[in-house]
């Protein structure tokens, strides 16, 4: 079946610099997307959302860029810092025609390590 | 908004007894969703309820799990006979829902079952 695909691979980068977050995603009836956080202990934290008719969205620090033409969804961190340290996962949601399931499928996430 | 909130945080239990998992949604939101997280299978949905309408259980794993949300405000995840393969972290999340609503699920802190 379709699903977003994510191997939880580890990320790791120097306080201050860029983090570069990457998400593939095969259902071409997503039409939301959304990036969580989530540390050690702690429930997935909303970050930041991204439309399917839009292409890229901007937060305090984040990007989300959407390219559909390949199905592949990131997130960019500026000047990441030791507090982003945690696992990252994409989230897809299907067009509210489909089923009426209106549920996220979540990938299996990325693990950013920040460097001091 | 104190956010979505689970009890307990831990529990432990022996193989075969009763679990009761709690949840309180976010005052307003009218979807309510149980997953559980895991090394092995990451982050699975369980099931989810609309308007306290259970909408899809496709994801309970069997017939020892069940869901009830008797109103707005309050929901349970039971697992009876409790087995070891179910250890894991509960999480309890809720959102506005609507077919036309971002979907944006707030998850609480999770409870941590070990069934030994």
């Known amino acids: 079946g379709e699903s977003v695909g994510l191997h939880l691979p580890t990320l790791s980068v120097q306080e201050g610099d860029n983090s570069i977050i990457n998400c593939a995603y095969s259902?071409?009836?997503?039409?939301?997307f959304i990036w969580y956080k989530q540390e050690s202990g702690k429930g997935p934290q909303f970050i930041i959302d991204?439309?399917?008719?839009?292409d890229k969205r901007q937060g305090q620090r984040v990007t989300v860029l959407l390219n559909k033409t390949v199905k592949h969804l990131s997130l960019q961190i500026a000047a990441t810092q030791p507090g982003d340290s945690a696992v990252y996962f994409c989230?897809?949601?299907?067009?509210?025609?489909?089923?009426?399931?209106?549920?996220?499928?979540f990938g299996s996430g990325t693990r950013l390590q920040v460097q001091p | 908004d104190a956010g979505v909130i689970q009890s307990p945080r831990h529990e432990v239990t022996e193989m075969g007894q009763e679990v009761t998992l709690r949840c309180k949604p976010i005052?307003?939101?009218?979807?309510l969703f149980w997953y559980r997280q895991t090394m092995m299978r990451g982050l699975e949905l369980l099931i989810y309820?609309?308007?306290?309408?259970?909408?899809?259980d496709s994801g309970m794993p069997e017939d020892r799990f069940s869901a009830k949300m008797p109103n707005a405000s309050f929901s349970t995840l039971k697992i009876q006979p409790s087995e070891p393969r179910d250890s894991a972290v509960y999480f309890c999340?809720?959102?506005?829902?609507?077919?036309?609503?971002?979907?944006?699920?707030?998850f609480g802190a999770g409870t941590r079952l070990s069934v030994l």
């Open positions: 005052s307003g939101h009218n979807s």
């Open positions: 259902n071409s009836a997503s039409d939301y």
């Open positions: 999340a809720s959102s506005l829902g609507g077919q036309l609503a971002k979907n944006i699920q707030y």
């Open positions: 991204i439309r399917s008719n839009m």
């Open positions: 989230a897809e949601n299907r067009k509210p025609s489909d089923t009426g399931r209106r549920a996220l499928t």
């Open positions: 309820f609309n308007n306290n309408v259970p909408i899809d």
